[in-house]
């Protein structure tokens, strides 16, 4: 089946630089995006999404880039902390009625260094 | 505002014991429910969902099922577990027409010895 996949299993940075989390989808009808955050032991949280009719889209210190064209998605935290420290999953949704039937990818581990 | 209870946190249960997990939702009236399994450091794999009381879609065969007895309340069971029913279990509400994001609870990690 179709499947959602993660470029970098890990990420290291310094506090205070900017992140970029990368994901590839291959679901060419996949029509909306999620970006989750999920710290140890705990369920995941919604960060931000996109709908497939967007390039871009920003929330607070989070911008998340939709490239339909190679069928790529990326996160980007600015001024990264240290308690963003967690992994972070994209997931796709398949369009039509599938309702929260949502494809995550395997996620990307960040750590942030004080 | 709407928000998800699971319980319990952590469960640790022998082989061939039968497990019991609850979801409630509250804030909302006809949520469809979700039931997702994460092996440890995998991505999230969807292993039931409902639309109504009552009503239960599984997405894959397994040893495990799902009932939904009221409207906010969503229940993983099994009869007998097995070893490779080990790993955390999250209950999640969404995914609406037009609101396709979900909301997690806080998971439960359930060790099968």
């Known amino acids: 089946g179709e499947s959602v996949g993660l470029h970098l299993p890990t990420l290291s940075v310094q506090e205070g630089d900017n992140s970029i989390i990368n994901c590839a989808y291959s679901n060419s009808a996949s029509d909306y995006f999620i970006w989750y955050k999920q710290e140890s032991g705990k369920g995941p949280q919604f960060i931000i999404d996109?709908?497939?009719?967007?390039d871009k889209r920003q929330g607070q210190r989070v911008t998340v880039l939709l490239n339909k064209t190679v069928k790529h998605l990326s996160l980007q935290i600015a001024a990264t902390q240290p308690g963003d420290s967690a992994v972070y999953f994209c997931?796709?949704?398949?369009?039509?009625?599938?309702?929260?039937?949502?494809?995550f990818g395997q996620g990307t581990i960040l750590t942030v260094h004080p | 505002s709407q928000t998800i209870h699971q319980w319990p946190a952590t469960l640790v249960q022998p082989v061939g014991s039968p497990l019991s997990l609850e979801c409630t939702v509250e804030g909302t009236s006809n949520p469809n429910l979700y039931w997702y399994r994460q092996a440890a450091g995998r991505g999230l794999q969807l292993l039931f969902y409902s639309v109504g009381i009552g009503q239960i879609s599984s997405e894959v065969p397994q040893n495990l099922s799902a009932s939904r007895p009221q409207d906010r309340q969503f229940i993983l069971s099994s009869k007998k577990l097995l070893l490779s029913d080990s790993g955390f279990y999250l209950c999640a509400w969404g995914g609406d027409r037009g609101e396709e994001k979900l909301f997690f609870g806080s998971g439960t990690q359930l060790s099968v010895l």
């Open positions: 996109i709908r497939s009719n967007m």
């Open positions: 997931a796709e949704h398949a369009g039509g009625t599938s309702y929260g039937k949502l494809t």
